[in-house]
């Protein structure tokens, strides 16, 4: 209502100031171009509407003046731009030539890195005219009947065989017999090709077994997750030679080897195409023969399996000094398998990140000679292998830890959603208080974010799509997200949580999420450099053609492309300015989109966004050119706009593949709402600190003329959502579907919704007492098995009902205890002691909260 007033008064404004100049063809002159702008007509198309609208305007006998010759030179000028050989002699060739003075030079490899995987939806965001059709058009991710019964089968029993205490605690390490079920069931072989032995696994079916495998021990599923992500069967099966592949992809397959993966060093970590780590063109002696090969000298740290690895994937760069395989000499990063005991080899010492003891460590290589043929691919892969990691990262960036991520935020979801139901202080259940609930809110909100950014980037991957601006989001906003998780859900479990032993089951997963953090491009380096950086080059829809079109030797073809990509591009930066004045005046009410039901208006807000940010990047682009990459606060702002709107587009076609729940729309309003504000208060960021402030001014009328107007979540619908996860409802059962929650002794998840179902029954019972036991003095024990006992002995509750409720007061109990300790049996020192004195093991005592 507020929006079609304020609308009305600007168009009666404006209709008001023309009147004074020009009557009202004026006015319909400057609706014509509002409207062609909007619906990004062709200057064709402009030229000719602008011809009827001026030339009725004079024929009608408008009063000549200053206004009617603008408007006839703005006409001139809109002809002259349609006579292509004119605008390039006068506009193109000179604009050019100085674009090619500012652009920076690019090596073979940022290009290469530049042009990895595919665009998506990603592209979309950028056009300020997102095509809603392409992503509700992706076919929804799907499990095949197979990898459905690995999830049911080898899945569920490795997560009833980890004991999480144990692995993390006891033993550093996961047990034999976990080592040997891994190996030998296939959960090594989710990406090899079934030719080779492999489960051959859609990216979707993997990324729920690591999530599955998450939920439980993340020592497992980080152990899980480095074979089957980029390292030496992924190279193989893109790269590797047939030879290479028979080799070592079945025994890879059947976990006969262990890979590990070793790019970073002591002096090589996010800038990771500098490694000093080098390999040189010699012959040497192989096998008692003479052979050329390459002579390697390396120092890697934080390799993950490398103490146990029986193969090891080494990136280093190659020189050929002697010209032995060829002309250059420096060919740049290369990729080769190097087998554990090749003699030079330094491997076995372990790291131990965070307490969470999958297997890490250093390697160091000191003139390690190895066959040419070790490089992945062969020779003539020889200097490939930066182009090979950048190809393969736009994959595996989108599954290992975004899975990870997920599904650790999927147990504590489930988890913190029982526990503030049991979990009783002030005669109440903790969930109810509004504090809390909006924690939980936030938990469930995020962890249905990450699961559908999770679920929908993996369906579009199966589909065909490499999408690597996706995969550096979904690294950030997955890891960031989770952190929020865990930390909320350590909130909410108050002492339960901290005080570490057999009965805390979110503390690993706490302690684990800054690993995930650093991990795979560190958070802060992919925020600030990545996100935007890439997209900015790789998915806007002209730079990229631009600056092509300018390095194109073929000067005439150059030319020729560069013109249609400078006025396409020219347009494309109008129309964004106007459309996203309109939809900001209008709140996007006019837009069309395809959804008619209640996510509706979100549809509408993403795109009102994206003309806005496709607008602000063509402004910022536009003056601050290369410097931009250096002002990383602007472009993290950038990234996390183009992050946030990705992201709600994720949560609404999760939404709309599940068929739409209704019970489900609570917490995808809670979702959207979220990041909308988040583009919102990001995009505002990025005005605030633009440096040139006039265009920050002009930017924030053509952006927020309305001000701010979106808000976040309100208090209402936290509480809504929150109760969605307090409650056994089916909409907590599909927001952490695929974590492990069977009911079985040792699973906290299983015992969890065990209580959380039974409270349910038992509150009424617990109210009645209180009404009708407490209040009326009939009742006066001060805990709740006293007070059964007197309820029961007064009448006012039956056998059946004290029998349930003491059922219920045990377990819930059991879940609130902790462990405690006897002084020796902490510390490395003691236990070590104690064993040497070979004492029978003690058990930690558990102590009732
Ligand atoms: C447990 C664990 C397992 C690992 N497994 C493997 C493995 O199997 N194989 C492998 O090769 N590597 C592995 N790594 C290495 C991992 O990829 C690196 O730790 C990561 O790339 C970051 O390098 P760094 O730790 O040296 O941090 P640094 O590069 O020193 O970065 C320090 C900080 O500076 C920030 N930063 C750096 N440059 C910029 C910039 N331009 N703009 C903004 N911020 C910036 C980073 O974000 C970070 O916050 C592992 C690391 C860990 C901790």
Redesign the pocket.
């Known amino acids: 209502m507020l929006a079609a007033i304020v609308t009305l008064l600007v168009l009666g404004g404006i209709a008001y100031a023309f009147t004074q100049v020009g009557g009202i063809i004026t006015l319909v002159l400057v609706a014509a171009v509002l409207y062609l702008a909007y619906r990004r007509s062709s200057l064709l198309v402009f030229s000719v509407t602008l011809t009827l609208l001026i030339g009725a305007y004079t024929v009608l006998g408008a009063p000549a003046g200053a206004w009617k010759a603008i408007l006839w030179i703005v006409l001139a000028l809109a002809w002259a731009l349609n006579v292509r050989p004119l605008r390039k002699l006068l506009i193109t060739r000179p604009f050019m030539k100085a674009y090619l003075r500012l652009l920076p030079s690019m090596s073979a490899t940022e290009r290469e890195a530049l042009e990895a995987g595919t665009v998506w939806w990603d592209g979309e965001l950028f056009t300020g005219a997102p095509r809603w059709e392409r992503l509700l058009a992706t076919r929804p991710a799907q499990l095949s009947a197979e990898e459905q019964a690995f999830l049911d089968g080898p899945c569920e029993e490795l997560c009833r065989m980890l004991d999480d205490w144990d692995i993390t605690h006891r033993r550093g390490d996961l047990p034999p017999e976990v080592w040997q079920f891994l190996r030998t069931r296939g959960f090594f072989a989710m990406i090899i090709p079934k030719a080779y032995g492999g489960l051959e696994f859609s990216a979707y079916a993997h990324s729920c077994v690591l999530a599955k495998i998450a939920s439980r021990s993340t020592t497992a599923s980080s152990t899980v997750a480095?074979p089957n992500s980029l390292g030496p069967a992924e190279l193989l099966n893109h790269y590797g030679t047939e030879e290479q592949k028979r080799y070592y992809l079945p025994r890879l397959a059947r976990g006969e080897e262990i890979p590990?993966?070793?790019?970073?060093g002591p002096r090589a970590?996010?800038?990771?195409a500098s490694i000093p780590d080098t390999g040189v063109v010699a012959r040497g002696i192989w096998q008692g023969r003479e052979i050329v090969g390459l002579k390697l000298n390396f120092s890697?740290r934080?390799?993950?399996?490398a103490p146990i690895a029986t193969v090891v994937g080494l990136a280093f760069r190659l020189f050929d000094p002697e010209h032995l395989i060829g002309e250059r000499t420096d060919l740049g990063i290369t990729c080769a398998l190097i087998p554990r005991e090749t003699p030079g080899i330094t491997i076995g010492r372990r790291?131990f990140?965070l307490n969470i003891p999958f297997q890490?460590g250093p390697i160091e290589g000191k003139d390690v000679f190895v066959p040419l043929d070790a490089i992945i691919g062969g020779p003539k892969m020889a200097g490939q292998g930066w182009r090979m990691l950048v190809e393969q990262l736009s994959v595996g960036r989108c599954i290992s830890l975004p899975s990870n991520a997920t599904g650790g935020a999927k147990a504590a979801t489930w988890a913190t959603g029982a526990y503030a139901r049991i979990r009783r202080q002030f005669n109440s259940s903790v969930g109810r208080f509004e504090g809390v609930q909006s924690a939980i809110a936030r938990m469930v909100g995020l962890t249905y974010i990450m699961d559908s950014a999770r679920t929908v980037t993996a369906g579009a991957i199966d589909a065909g799509e490499k999408p690597s601006v996706p995969s550096a989001m979904l690294k950030y906003h997955v890891t960031e997200m989770g952190r929020l998780v865990a930390n909320d859900a350590m909130d909410v479990h108050g002492g339960k949580a901290i005080c570490l032993g057999p009965h805390n089951y979110l503390a690993r997963g706490f302690e684990t999420v800054p690993?995930g953090i650093?991990?795979?491009?560190?958070?802060?380096?992919?925020r600030?450099?990545i996100i935007f950086g890439q997209g900015a080059v790789r998915c806007h829809p002209y730079v990229l053609k631009e600056m092509n079109a300018a390095r194109n030797p073929e000067r005439r073809r150059g030319i020729d492309d560069f013109d249609a990509a400078l006025f396409g591009h020219m347009g494309f930066a109008i129309s964004n300015a106007v459309r996203s004045f309109v939809m900001a005046l209008t709140l996007a009410r006019v837009q069309g989109v395809p959804d008619k039901g209640p996510t509706r208006r979100y549809f509408q807000h993403v795109v009102r966004f994206s003309a806005s940010f496709a607008f602000a990047v063509d402004v910022a682009m536009l003056t601050l050119g290369g410097y931009l990459k250096k002002k990383?606060n602007l472009s993290a702002r950038l990234g996390d706009v183009l992050s946030a709107m990705y992201l709600a587009s994720m949560v609404l076609k999760h939404y709309n593949d599940e068929g739409q729940p209704a019970e489900d729309l609570p917490i995808v309003e809670w979702a959207c709402r979220h990041l909308l504000y988040q583009a919102q208060e990001q995009l505002h960021g990025f005005l605030r600190n633009f440096p040139n402030r006039f265009l920050a001014g002009l930017m924030r009328v053509l952006i927020f003329p309305r001000g701010l107007t979106y808000f976040a979540p309100a208090d209402r619908l936290a509480r809504r959502v929150a109760e969605l996860v307090t409650n056994p409802t089916e909409a907590r059962k599909r927001l952490c579907r695929y974590a492990y929650t069977s009911l079985e002794p040792s699973n906290a998840l299983g015992l969890l919704e065990e209580a959380l179902e039974l409270a349910v029954g038992a509150e009424p019972i617990e109210q009645r007492i209180r009404v009708e036991g407490v209040r009326t003095g009939r009742v006066t024990a001060l805990d709740l098995p006293g007070r059964i006992e007197q309820a029961l002995a007064a009448g006012i509750i039956s056998e059946s009902e004290a029998a349930s409720l003491r059922d219920y007061d045990r377990k819930v109990m059991e879940l609130i205890r902790v462990d405690d300790f006897a002084p020796h049996e902490l510390g490395v020192r003691a236990e070590r002691e104690r064993e040497a004195r070979v004492e029978p093991a003690p058990r930690a005592r558990e102590h009732v909260a």
């Not at 590990?260 to 970073?264: D, G, M, N, R, Y």
């Not at 650093?518 to 992919?526: D, M, P, R, Y």
């Open positions: 480095v590990c993966f070793a790019l970073t970590g996010s800038d990771a890697k934080y390799i993950t399996l790291h990140p890490n690993i650093t991990v795979e491009g560190a958070n802060i380096l992919t600030s450099l990383e």
